[in-house]
């Protein structure tokens, strides 16, 4: 009767280590891993124009390595006497009237990299601004895939399958992936 009991404890334990991996290691491997943040940094400020770097910042904070492409900006700003009117139907979101590249996106990485995991990114690019550029409006954007390998996909398709009631696959990849910052550079030439 005693090695029924052990063999029966045996089996319950696989099945709860199992249930485990499933749960808290498959699972969560198929979760969005990567921090995404903008940044701006005004360098130079001379009587014609004002000089500054934009910057995607992307941090692997997931198990997995992170495959990163196609990561680019929009730009637009504020010049001083630039009229402090809203966008119109957008609400609160204050109008800015000029972009960097009207209609593009500023390319900063189009082919892919790869982020390891506890890893930050840094992708960055200068960029010449109107002297009297007082706001600075960028939104980033990029797309990521998790590189999960083959041994994982395979247990993930089938023990840790998506359910069907879940929008995004993550497995799939990420399309346009956003960061939004709103930075003030002031707009005296003498600064």
Known sequence: MGEVAT?????VALFAV????????????????????VEFA???RGP???????????RNVGPNMAV???VRIRCRYRLAGDPEDRYPGEGTQPRFA????????????????FVQPA???????PVALPAAVQIVDILGLFDYRIDLGKPTNLL??????????????????????????????GSDPDT
């Open 48 to 58: 014609s124009q004002a000089v500054g770097e934009v910057a995607c910042t992307v």
């Open 98 to 113: 000029h972009n960097l590249a009207p209609g593009d996106a500023i390319v900063l990485v189009e082919e892919r990299t």
């Open 156 to 185: 993930i398709l089938l023990f840790a399958r998506p359910s069907k009631e879940l929008v995004l696959d993550w497995r799939k990849g990420i399309r346009d992936h956003t960061a939004r910052r709103t930075f003030f550079v």
């Open 68 to 70: 990163v492409e196609n």
């Open 119 to 125: 890893v930050t990114q840094r992708y960055g690019a």
């Open 7 to 11: 063999v029966i404890t045996a089996v």
């Open 18 to 37: 199992c249930g485990g991996y499933v749960q808290f290691v498959l699972k969560r491997s198929l979760l969005p891993c990567v921090e995404f943040d």
């Open 42 to 44: 005004l360098l130079h």
